[in-house]
């Protein structure tokens, strides 16, 4: 499968961020500012992600982020997978933000 990638470095501050891991993961951690859709929900509520921004497609290590992220683009988006997921975006020290009051970490 190939799609557009960038490293996490990469991702402007203000990019729509789509994060589509499953709940457990998102309330562990996530990007502040980031949009939560599991990918198994994603066809059901696409219409919740714009279509006129560039969209940065997120997920743990980068498998799912690039299933959702070929597949946004087949409907005509632009999306763009980051790379190494929420792994490298925790190993890059940038920031992360919890549910439930605990210290966010990758799960």
Known sequence: MNVPET????????????????PEEWTAGHAPGAVHIPLGQLPA????????????VI???????AQATAWLNHLGREAINVGGGMMSWASAGKAM????GHP???A
Do not use: H, K, N, W
């Open 7 to 22: 490293p996490v470095q990469s991702v402007p501050d203000d990019a729509y961020l789509l994060d589509v891991r499953e």
């Open 45 to 56: 509520r696409v219409a919740e992600v714009p279509a006129d921004v560039p969209i940065y």
């Open 59 to 65: 997920c743990r290590v980068g498998g799912r982020s």
């Open 97 to 100: 933000v919890a549910e439930g």
């Open 104 to 106: 966010p970490y990758v």
